[in-house]
């Protein structure tokens, strides 16, 4: 399952991370589930859950093309809620609209339904790599939406990506690792929040070593140089950040993963205001 997730061109979804950390009344990730049946009608759910697959995987990757794989899984999972595998798909289509889908309404939204999603595939598979990594993400992506829930996010986001990270977990392109590790960047630190620019390092750092053409990875680690270039008073991190940002977002030959569309031009943007930013 993990290498299944690694070929599936995605991941534009950790903006989130930003969270705002404004912790005012703290409520918890909700963790409903679904309670839907587990037989009949085997065909036509064959056929939807292989719409909403063939819709995500069109190349390169469009909200339209998403928005019609959640449809489709939600369609799917109204005739059968059991299958592990068609829930954490189903799961990631919605993360992917979370990060991308239209205004903070309609993102919240799918957010909501994700984790509906997500906790059924845990409830079928608590042991499950992608939904434990899921969770995080759409934990992560409600406290950004809703501060009103960022404690309880932080708080999954961390027991999901270290419990997947101690099992040795390779998923998302060092997914784990670079969501914990912009966690650590953006957080306050202690008492108020886990937030530590030395481990946020490490696990940036990590995330690269094990996905190096991801750009993603190395946009977030070039945004730890800043902030450590910034608070350390070391501008050669600072020179760093944009000798990275150039090879691997922005630079003529920088390119963007295959698959990749919308993803590449968010990233490229974040790259340019960090750019501008720290000018």
Not at 75 to 91: F, G, H, K, M, P
Request: charged letters at 25%; proline letters at 4%; a negative charge.
């Amino acid at each position: 399952m993990g290498r299944e997730v690694n070929k599936a061109q995605w991941l534009g979804m950790f903006a989130f991370l930003a969270l705002g950390m404004l912790f005012v009344a703290c409520r918890q990730v909700p963790n409903d589930t679904l309670n839907g049946g587990s037989g009949g009608e085997h065909v036509r759910y064959a056929r939807l859950v292989q719409e909403a697959r063939d819709a995500f995987e069109r190349s390169p990757r469009q909200v339209a093309d998403v928005e019609l794989a959640a449809a489709r899984y939600d369609e799917a999972l109204s005739i059968r809620s059991d299958e592990y595998a068609t829930l954490w798909l189903a799961a990631r289509a919605s993360a992917w609209l979370g990060e991308y889908a239209g205004d903070d309404s309609v993102r919240e939204r799918h957010v909501r339904r994700g984790l509906t999603w997500v906790n059924t595939a845990l409830k079928v598979n608590p042991d499950g790599i992608e939904g434990q990594f899921y969770h995080g993400v759409l934990s992560g992506l409600l406290g950004d939406l809703d501060n009103s829930y960022g404690m309880d996010a932080v708080k999954q986001i961390e027991e999901r990506m270290t419990g997947l990270i101690e099992r040795g977990t390779d998923i998302a392109h060092g997914g784990p690792q670079r969501v914990f590790g912009v966690l650590l960047l953006r957080a306050p630190g202690p008492p108020a929040s886990i937030g530590s620019l030395r481990n946020a390092r490490k696990q940036l750092e990590q995330a690269v070593e094990i996905a190096p053409d991801w750009p993603e990875n190395q946009l977030y680690l070039a945004e730890w140089e800043f902030a450590w270039a910034k608070d350390k008073d070391k501008p050669e991190f600072a020179t760093r950040a944009r000798e990275r940002l150039n090879q691997h977002l922005l630079g003529a030959d920088a390119k963007p993963p295959d698959g990749i569309g919308l993803e590449w031009d968010v990233w490229q943007a974040k790259a340019r205001k960090l750019l501008a930013d720290h000018a």
